[in-house]
């Protein structure tokens, strides 16, 4: 594979960035403002499914969509300097660029939001695309040609398979190392400060994958 014709997709949240700080002052604040009691901690540690999923725990089915649109409005004040970058996000999008590849992101969460905390951080994705979940994700890694996709939740190994894309997961999110070879992951990293070698060995190996799961 010339390495000009690589590229890698990324999910966002709990892969790229820890937004669990960010997303629990939204819920509180969205408590606060619609007098609903909601588990911050807890909606925060299940993050990867698109925000109604959530939002369906403490409200009934006519006031979603109202209510996930308060979220996504009062999303930029609360969570996007509150949430950093994981651990070896940027060293992992500079490492496919120095290989001559693009590095996309693909994510379940409202796109306009995903790219605030892009900039916000400096890492300097190739192209953004949001709303997209699980099997759904399939159609902008198809789109960009994309060969691995790097995410956190068993619903990217699905996105990734669906894609015909090697899974490469980090068990950073909720869902444990075992989840995610259980789900089908071909890959798994502790972490992406373990990418840039395993993405040194897969260009060298061909772009095939090579053995790179984590012990």
């Known amino acids: 594979m010339a390495a000009h014709s690589l590229t890698v997709g990324f999910d966002l949240d709990m892969t790229l960035i820890d937004s669990r700080p960010g997303i629990k002052a939204v819920y509180q604040e969205l408590s606060a403002r619609t ?29 979603v ?8 409005e009062l999303y930029p ?3 996007v300097e ?29 796109e306009p939001n995903a790219k605030l905390h892009l900039e916000h951080l400096g890492l300097d994705a190739d192209a953004l695309f949001g709303s997209l979940w699980a099997a759904g994700k399939a159609e902008a890694l198809r ?21 015909g894309a090697l ?20 890959v798994v990293l502790a972490d992406l400060t373990e990418f840039p070698s395993w993405l040194e060995r897969y260009v060298a190996d061909g ?6 799961a984590a012990p």
Not at 95 to 103: K, M, Q, V
Not at 178 to 183: F, K, V
């Open 82 to 110: 509150a949430s950093p970058a994981m651990p070896g996000a940027r060293e992992a999008i500079d490492a496919i660029h120095a290989a001559g590849g693009r590095a996309i992101v693909v994510t379940a969460k409202y």
């Open 167 to 186: 899974s490469v997961a980090v068990a950073t999110g909720p869902c444990d190392a075992t989840e995610l070879r259980n789900a089908g992951a071909e």
């Open 65 to 72: 969509a109202e209510t996930a649109a308060l979220f996504r």
């Open 143 to 163: 789109k960009h040609h994309a060969q691995v996709y790097v995410g956190d939740h068993i619903g990217d190994v699905v996105g990734a398979h669906t894609a």
């Open 35 to 63: 007098g609903t009691f909601i588990d911050a901690d807890l909606a925060a540690s299940r993050l990867g499914p698109p925000l109604e999923h959530e939002i369906r725990h403490w409200f009934p089915e006519e006031r």
């Open 77 to 79: 004040q609360y969570a």
């Open 207 to 212: 772009a095939d994958g090579g053995d790179g």
